[in-house]
């Protein structure tokens, strides 16, 4: 197709970019009136037009349907209406915090997007956000980006809102790669039901609505992923090498700390399935002995720092809660870092979040982040039951690759953030397109096969919430009879229990043959 028919076929789309994105940057400084409404106006409409542009380029390249046309649409809007909304909301309705007056849900995001619009008003390089490594941004990626933002863009106030219109585009543009990475390997309703949990995960919202790296780690993330998919279907083997790479230096660019990880992932991905080619058995041998060696290198070199933050984060996460301090006075010493890690699992807490006091605004996101979570946990658990059922083998072990990396970075980010309900649910956030994948495969098989296993699972959930949150709220409001904390697992392990065993004994009854007369059997 030639560069003149192109873009007569695509006037339309532009032209409705062009003009949606006019809107948008009117009503955004209208909304949120920062600085001069011409100059704000048209700073808004550069970014908006800019990422309307690169979405639908996007979407047009993997010759997306409409349904992620919708998805595209939707992720975008939901994570700027948000975070226009926090912007407007948190001063008004938030507490009296420097963070939140701002505008700010993380406090990682306020100091950060200070030392940017600082650096950008400074007669400095944006190159220093790299060699001043400081507090706020110890990698200098986010940093440099926002700097570029807010100097040749906003250069005459301080437009925190323009960073979301990136964090939400990053969002979006990470589903076109999300389904064309995976529209081999799954049904094609299992791949909708994968791209609908990822849009609407209420963690991926929050973190698309604010001035955070997430979004931008995601994106580079799944672009990963998809190089990776298209290297293993032995696609454009080239360019998925090139895009690979890419994408790795802007994943270490935002973090080596967790870049590094993604990109080892990667690539134990490539070799998980390309070593099933090899013929020689020492060939095989050699390739895993070199992942073990490099395993046992990167513990060596980063054990002292994993100990003392684990360490740290635990010993926070009991000298912050009471309540958890009081639980662990009852238990050994050994058992201290094995409960905090089990909280951490749970956290953010549902049943708290419900229960507990607190502004309409935080108590709506504190639901919202902890009902998401409390939705996809028990999801990813039947995941791990149900994926030995999987046929053929090739998609299984596809899928068993996939639980075991997503079920390794859980239990890091529940270590690693020591039960803490705001960190180590956005590091557990970062591996979302593979949770969704294996959500989104798990939900389709229970419908398709009308498990009966995956109802009596929910019931099993819903009968934990319903204990934890009549004890969170009788914490709260003395109106309710109190249980102590193990009579109140003992009834969860009770009931739980029941549930699994009349299933199975129903189960049971259900495979029994029939006898009507001497020996007929229906």
């Known amino acids: 197709m030639n560069g003149q028919k192109w873009m007569e076929e695509n ?62 649409f939707l992720a975008f809007f939901l994570r700027l209406a948000y975070g226009v909304f926090l912007a407007w909301g948190l001063p008004q309705f938030g507490y009296e915090t420097a963070t939140q007056q701002a505008g700010y849900v993380f406090e990682d995001a306020y100091r950060r997007d200070r030392h ?41 106030i301080h437009r925190p809102t323009l960073m ?28 909708l039901w994968a791209g609908w949990l ?45 895009v690979f790479i890419l994408s790795a230096g802007s994943l270490l660019l935002l973090s080596i700390r967790v870049g590094g990880p993604l990109i080892a992932v990667g690539l134990l991905l490539i070799w998980v399935f390309e070593s099933s080619g090899i013929k020689k058995t020492w060939l095989q041998a050699a390739g895993w002995l070199v992942i073990l060696l490099g395993f046992l290198i990167t513990y060596w070199l980063v054990a002292d720092w994993v100990g003392e933050v684990l360490h740290w ?80 083998i090739d998609k299984r072990r596809w899928l068993l690759v996939l639980l075991f990396l997503v079920w390794v970075w859980i239990f890091i980010a529940s270590a690693r953030a020591g039960g803490d309900q705001w960190d180590n649910p956005r590091y557990r956030t970062i591996f979302l397109p593979w949770m969704a994948i294996l959500a989104g495969w798990a939900i389709h098989y229970a419908f398709e096969q009308k498990d009966r296993w995956f109802t009596r699972g929910l019931i099993i959930v819903g009968i934990f919430l319903a204990f934890f949150t009549q004890w969170y709220i009788s914490r709260y409001y003395r109106f309710l009879p109190r249980f102590t904390l193990w009579v109140m697992v003992a009834f969860i392990l009770v009931l739980s229990g029941g549930v699994i065993l009349g299933g199975w004994l129903w189960d049971r009854k259900q495979k029994k043959p029939v006898l009507t007369g001497d020996d007929e059997t229906i």
Request: net charge positive; with cysteine; aromatic share 14%.
């Open 116 to 156: 940017a619009w600082a650096l950008a008003k400074s007669d400095e390089s944006l190159i220093e956000a790299f060699r001043d490594i400081s507090e706020t941004d110890r990698y200098g990626g986010l940093l440099a980006l926002s700097g570029f933002v807010y100097r040749y863009i906003s250069p005459d």
């Open 164 to 191: 979301v219109v990136l964090t939400a585009g990053a969002m979006a543009l990470s589903l076109p790669f999300l389904m064309a990475a995976i529209h081999n390997k799954l049904e094609r309703k299992a791949a």
């Open 198 to 242: 990822f849009v609407l995960y209420p963690e991926g919202i929050l973190l698309g609505a604010s001035q955070m790296r997430e979004p931008f780690m995601i994106l580079f993330f799944v672009i990963m992923f998809w190089a990776v998919m298209r290297w293993l279907e032995r696609d454009k083997k080239k360019l998925a090498l090139a």
């Open 11 to 72: 006037k339309v789309p532009f032209s409705l970019i062009a003009g949606s994105s006019v809107l948008l940057g009117a009503l955004l400084q209208w909304l949120l009136a920062a600085g001069n409404f011409w100059l704000g106006f048209l700073a808004a409409s550069v970014l908006f037009f800019l990422t309307g542009t690169i979405l639908y380029l996007a979407w047009a390249t993997v010759k997306g349907s409409r349904a992620l046309a919708w998805m595209m």
């Open 313 to 392: 984060d635990t010993l926070q996460t009991i000298i912050r809660s009471g309540r958890v301090q009081f639980h662990l006075e009852t238990l050994p010493g050994w058992l201290h870092f094995p409960f905090v890690f089990i909280y951490g699992l749970f956290q953010p807490v549902l049943p708290a979040a419900i229960a507990a006091p607190a502004p309409i605004i935080w108590r709506s996101l504190a639901i919202s982040r902890s009902l998401g979570w409390y939705v996809l946990f028990p999801v990813l658990v039947y995941a791990v039951v149900r994926v030995w059922c999987v046929k053929p």
